[in-house]
């Protein structure tokens, strides 16, 4: 290939800088004008990239103020002149993409220039590559190539000769509809980027070719090269569709109306971002970077809020990943009108970061300050209220009101959310401290590990900061930052969603793609209130490629948006089982995320979908149901069976005072499910537990046998929906205004006396069912260490279950709505049952001859 030239072209002044200058591959080279990034008074700035999509590129200069300074232009090529002003900045502008197209090419070029011999060899008796590995790292480049060529080629002479009759737009339509190439090519993206990466650790010699490319600079900069990774060029046709798509709005800019190349521009335009707006997800919208004093480009690849204990308080900070050290900054405090800044709590460089387990911090795990499940839920309740009255008050054009709800509301979100995550992620440098952050999700742990060690595959050398470099970086936090708030409701615009609200049936079929035979799982997790938690968990399929599970579960949302699936191999170790409380020993082979589609949830027809996660395919189905329908109490029409029939018909015909479905379950679960994680809590598999309501109803013989084999999450789940299906709750509709209130009072004797009484006022079956019930919950929290299941937790799940009243008592007021799941009368129904539960042991006999508790009309 011939050297590129930009002879002929005209001088540029300050649009040179504009766009000549512009960083358009980020690898420390930046065309012409390193020299001019000095400002006035001699000092070295540093210059940052603003990549809005919606922005022309602009190169901009710190001043000694740290305030960004533009370059101005001359006067007489202002932006917005007459028409031979805008065409002199039509030609400039069209001058400087010239540039970064020759500097595009040669990117090109030194990614090609390695795969003829890498092909030549792999003819030969020792290959490299094989050939289908070449063809997969440089699919399509040599084609990207060509069509940059021509288009360069065609180009320059029209900028050489320019008059204000040139046209340039049938050049960039042509452009724009060759785009399809670059569709191929991002589809083949992260297979080729993969490949690459397997490649360079199997091979040594492939190794030292990838990791040292030559790029030629311009033909004025002489011998100038520059040596860049693969993966860095493989990007380079990503960040250039995008890169084009901006220049032609800026030729639009300057092109008058009336000129022929008007239409066509526009043309290419919506063709580019046709193109663009139907491969969005697959290009990284950020590849923003800082450039360090020694020319290195230090590239932000993750950004987030994590909780971090810190001198045993839980302290919210902004965690900046980048491509050779994790920095840890918190907000300054700022008076208003000031600009937003980070300060910096520490930073370690990626060579010296290693990954405590829990027996290398045993000894330095610090105290964990927790709150109580039931303040925990208390703070969801007036949340909730708080949405509830923002939601009147808008009605009413109340701003100043609304703004006071949305500050209380902001207060208890940014509360629980620093409160809420307990699963532990320690991270230690190997020169200094430990350090302990608590996610929410075994998934949100998952991403942050991993893209720490894939960054840790490179050779990465140990970098001190000076205090300068460290205040620099961390001012470049706030300009560099992907994630601007933490996830609160009132961060959300109006018009935001608010998630969904009732109960999400969810199948998860079958995976595949797995290259060797494990024992393999599957968890399912849902937002809630900004954080996520664990739902579902499917049954361990025993050494499998291809695990089928077929498993249905009903997983409440609260707001949610979105739905995880997490897979999992299973880990038997013995040695490994008894660890610290959210420690999770088992391997995470994939994940992935869906979000819940408004049309497609509240279609209640099954939606069948396919997650794909690091190769895994995992097929799932899913539908909606509202709430109120979920839990609507339905008498059976076959008073033969158990569910939905009267417990004194039950009882009665039984010849017994517990039901004998209610004795069978808690016997197995306390026979082997007592120690199991989130019993109660974890949904079952549905289609077992619609088996085992069948065999119930119909008194199948081979219930027990049944039983023994069932998963104990479905028998557990198979116990709920016995309660929810009353056709009156176990604590009955009469009473149930009174339990409201009796829970209420302030007094603890009065409550006391009233509490007792109710109970006393109970039919017997229903209240020896209840004490039987309420005795096995206890013996259940016993084993809190090890199941996760405190007295609070067994109240929530069971509370409504034994207390929301019938569809017929529902509609003389005490229904709560959709949306409102933390409402008052929920809060109140768990605190009934926990009220019991933690009440000394009541005995049947006691209850019914004691005499202090007086006897009134209930």
């Known amino acids: 290939m011939e050297p590129l030239s930009t002879r002929g072209l005209p001088r540029l002044s300050w649009i040179d800088t504009l766009y000549s200058n512009f960083n358009y591959n980020n690898d420390g080279y930046d065309g012409d004008g390193a020299e001019d990034r000095k400002s006035q008074d001699g000092s070295e700035t540093m210059p940052f990239i603003d990549e809005s999509p919606t922005m022309s590129p602009q190169l901009c200069a710190r001043g000694p103020d740290g305030e960004a300074v533009s370059p101005t232009p001359p006067e007489g090529l202002l932006p917005g002149g007459d028409i031979e002003k805008g065409l002199e900045m039509k030609k400039l502008v069209l001058s400087g993409f010239l540039a970064s197209e020759e500097i595009y090419i040669n990117q090109l070029e030194a990614l090609l220039l390695p795969m003829r011999p890498l092909k030549a060899a792999a003819t030969s008796s020792k290959p490299v590559l094989s050939m289908e590995q070449i063809e997969t790292i440089f699919f399509k480049i040599q084609d990207i190539f060509q069509i940059h060529k021509e288009f360069y080629d065609a180009l320059l002479p029209h900028i050489q000769q320019w008059d ?29 980027v993969e490949t690459a ?56 800019k300057h092109t008058p109306k009336d000129h022929p190349d008007f239409p066509l521009l526009q043309d290419a335009l919506r063709i580019s971002q046709n193109f663009l707006s139907s491969i969005n997800e ?28 810190s001198e045993g308080s839980r302290k919210l900070r902004h965690v900046f990943l980048f491509t050779d050290l994790l920095l840890c900054a918190k907000l300054k405090k700022t008076s208003v009108g000031k600009h937003q800044q980070y300060e910096c709590k520490w930073y370690i460089p990626l060579a010296d970061l290693t990954f405590q387990t829990l027996d290398d911090a045993a000894d330095s795990i610090p105290h964990i300050q927790t709150l109580p499940e039931h303040e925990l839920d208390e703070m969801k309740n007036k949340i909730c209220v708080f949405k509830s009255e923002i939601q009147k008050e808008k009605s009413k054009g109340q701003s100043r009101v609304v703004e006071r ?135 361990v399929f025993r050494d499998t490629t291809e695990p089928t599970w ?122 082997r499910g007592i120690e199991e994680v989130g019993i109660y809590r974890i949904s079952g598999v549905a289609t077992d537990i619609q088996a085992l309501k069948a065999a119930f109803d119909t008194n199948t013989k081979d219930i027990l046998v049944m039983l023994s084999d069932m998963d104990i999450n479905a028998i557990a789940g198979t116990l709920k ?116 539960l933690q009440h000394q042991p009541i005995s049947f006999s006691e209850l019914k001859r004691n005499t202090l508790y007086f006897s009134t009309d209930v």
Request: hydrophobic share 35%; net charge neutral.
């Open 197 to 252: 990466e397997k490649c360079a650790q199997a091979n040594m010699q492939f190794q030292k070719i990838s990791e040292n490319l030559k790029v030629k600079g311009p033909k004025e900069s002489k011998d100038l090269t520059s040596s860049v990774t693969m993966e860095a060029l493989l990007y380079k046709p990503i960040d250039r569709v995008t890169r084009s798509t901006l220049v032609l709005h800026d030729l639009l």
């Open 405 to 539: 709800l949305r500050k209380k509301m902001n207060e208890q979100e940014s509360c629980l959310l620093l409160h809420s995550p307990s699963i532990p992620f320690r991270i230690h440098n190997k020169n200094g401290k430990s350090y302990l952050f608590l996610l929410s999700s075994d998934y949100e742990r998952s991403e942050w590990r991993e893209s720490i060690e894939k960054l840790q595959k490179k050779d990465l050398q140990a970098c001190v900061l000076s205090s300068v470099e460290l205040q620099v970086l961390t001012g470049f936090c706030f300009k560099l930052r992907t994630v601007h708030n933490i996830p609160l409701t009132s961060h959300k615009d109006d018009e935001e969603s608010p998630g969904h609200y009732g109960f999400l049936h969810v199948i998860v079929h079958s995976a595949t793609g797995f290259k060797e035979s494990a024992n393999l799982y599957c968890t399912l997790e849902v937002d809630s209130f900004g954080y996520y938690v664990g739902k579902a968990k499917t049954r």
């Open 282 to 309: 697959e290009i990284d919208p950020r590849r923003t970077a800082v450039t360090t004093p020694k020319g290195e480009a230090r590239q932000l690849v993750k950004d987030g809020f994590l909780v971090e204990v």
């Open 164 to 192: 204000d009759k040139v046209t340039v737009g049938h050049l960039f339509q042509k452009l724009a509809s060759e785009l399809g190439v670059y569709k191929a090519f991002l589809d083949n993206y992260k297979v080729a």
């Open 550 to 671: 077929n498993e249905e579960f009903e997983i409440e949302l609260e707001g949610s948006q979105c739905l995880r699936i997490l897979c999992y191999e299973k880990c038997y170790d013995k040695t490994k089982l008894n660890k610290d409380d959210n420690e999770i020993v088992d391997k995470i082979v994939g994940k992935g995320q869906v979000q819940l589609d408004p049309q497609a949830v509240q279609s209640k027809n099954w939606h069948m979908d396919v997650i794909e996660m690091n190769g895994i395919k995992v097929e799932f189905s899913m539908k909606f149901s509202s709430r109120d329908l979920s839990l609507k109490r339905t008498p059976s029409k076959k008073q033969s069976g158990v569910f939905g029939v009267k417990i004194s018909v039950v009882t009665k015909r039984e010849r017994s005072k517990v039901p004998y479905i209610v004795r069978q379950c808690i016997e197995e679960v306390e026979k």
């Open 721 to 836: 929906l016995y309660f929810r299906e009353l056709p009156e709750p176990l604590l009955t509709d009469r009473l149930y205004p009174a339990f409201m209130e009796g829970i209420a009072l302030s007094d603890p004797a009065a409550k006391e006396n009233c509490m007792m009484h109710l109970l006393r006022s109970l039919p017997d079956p229903n209240l020896i069912t209840f004490l039987t019930l309420l005795e096995h919950l206890k013996r259940v929290a016993e084993k809190e260490p090890i199941n996760k299941m405190s007295l609070h937790n067994l109240a929530t799940v069971f509370g409504p279950t034994l207390l929301r009243p019938s569809e017929s008592e529902s509609s003389k007021g005490h229904v709560t709505l959709a949306s409102d799941i933390w409402s008052h009368d929920v809060m109140a129904q768990v605190q009934v049952l926990l009220y019991y």
